[in-house]
């Protein structure tokens, strides 16, 4: 079994949709959770940081993070054509971003 | 500002040769990551330098070694290839890795390695 489990996709959703990615991961060690967002032949680029439970907000996107279950979401709310991506998970048990395990990501696919 | 520079951007190799990848850090940060994006595996972490020292590495064999310089630019080497080694090497920065730091990891564009 994997540490972080994630949905391939794709994901695919019209312009505006509210969108919902999700990771399970088996770990209780980990505390510090992530979401980044790659676009096709670039690099992963960091966009919500959370540290153990609760919720962050920035802009059109929440994280939420429920240890009990070990279960983490992104939310995209008024979605883009400029938000088609693949969204990786990734944790950490260290301080900060030593050594992260990452999910294998969800492809979303934006459409006008 | 220049971001994480790697090189090559595509390598071919055949099985049992040598690769060499290699990553200049965003200016001012001294530590560096090296992660495997393979197909269907997502990013696998493989090594972590800060301040020319190995800090950490991954589940993976010793045919993985790399080294840091004194100016932060780093090196990835991988020995007898295998054909299981293609995959997308990313090497990603940040201002420093050691505990208690948050830095965030700046990534790289990545090495395509295709082993034939």
């Known amino acids: 079994q994997k540490e972080v489990e994630q949905d391939p996709g794709p994901l695919s959703v019209p312009e505006g949709a509210i969108v919902s990615l999700n990771c399970t991961y088996s770990n209780s060690a980990f505390q510090y959770f992530m979401w980044y967002r790659q676009y096709s032949r670039k690099g992963p680029e960091l966009l919500m940081y959370?540290?153990?439970?609760g919720n962050k907000e920035d802009g059109r996107f929440t994280a939420q993070v429920d240890k009990s279950s070990k279960y983490i979401s992104l939310f995209i709310r008024d979605s883009q054509p400029s938000d088609s991506a693949t969204y990786l998970c990734a944790m950490s048990s260290n301080t900060g971003f030593q050594k992260l395990v990452f999910g294998t990501g969800t492809r979303l696919l934006v459409s006008p | 500002e220049a971001g994480v520079t790697q090189s090559p951007t595509h390598l071919i190799k055949t099985r049992g040769q040598q690769a060499t990848l290699r990553c200049s850090p965003i200016s001012g940060h001294t530590s560096v990551y090296w992660y495997q994006q393979a197909l269907g595996l997502g990013l696998q972490f493989l090594l972590w330098y800060d301040e020319g020292e190995e800090r950490n590495r991954g589940n993976f064999p010793p045919r993985f070694s790399g080294r840091q310089f004194p100016n932060y630019s780093s090196e990835l080497n991988v020995n007898a290839l295998e054909l299981e080694d293609s995959a997308l090497y990313l090497c990603?920065?940040?201002?420093?890795?050691?505990?208690?730091?948050?830095?965030?990891?700046?990534f790289g564009e990545g090495s395509r390695l295709t082993v034939l």
């Open positions: 959370t540290y153990s439970s």
């Open positions: 990603a920065s940040s201002l420093s890795g050691l505990a208690g730091s948050t830095g965030e990891l700046f």
